[in-house]
């Protein structure tokens, strides 16, 4: 499983999952993304086989059930909670935790094909 990181979730995260192998990047990180759209990244995600991760569940749950309207498909959505995975330096590591964790258990790059989750 690919992961694409939201805006709202820091480089430094998805910097600490490729640390041990997995393949994470961040829109943060990426010039052609940053600053655009949510349909424009959810377009990419789904380009790149990649579930987003993201905590905008007002906009991106509308693009997952526009997808499903239209017979669409994406890699699949994760949404997490400011909440109970704070952005705060100090509090990164239990989203990097848990996601290190659904990493594992789904590693084919189709795992979660038009699933969300939500963390």
């Known amino acids: 499983m690919r992961l694409l990181l939201d805006e709202q979730h820091a480089p430094a995260v998805a910097r600490r999952l ?10 943060a990180e990426r010039e ?5 759209a949510d349909a424009d990244v959810f377009a990419a995600a789904k380009a790149e086989g990649r579930v987003l ?3 905008n569940v007002r906009d991106y749950a509308g693009l997952v059930r526009r997808a499903a ?3 669409g498909s994406h890699a699949g959505v994760i949404f997490t909670a400011a909440s109970r ?3 705060a330096t100090d509090a990164r590591e239990r ?9 594992d258990e789904h590693r084919d790059d189709d795992a979660l094909p038009d699933v969300v989750l939500w963390l």
């Open 95 to 103: 989203l990097v935790d848990v996601l290190a964790r659904l990493l």
């Open 69 to 71: 309207d239209l017979g």
């Open 32 to 36: 052609d993304l940053r600053g655009r």
């Open 85 to 87: 995975y704070p952005r």
């Open 18 to 27: 490729r640390e041990p192998r997995y393949d994470v990047v961040a829109v």
């Open 53 to 55: 991760v993201t905590e």
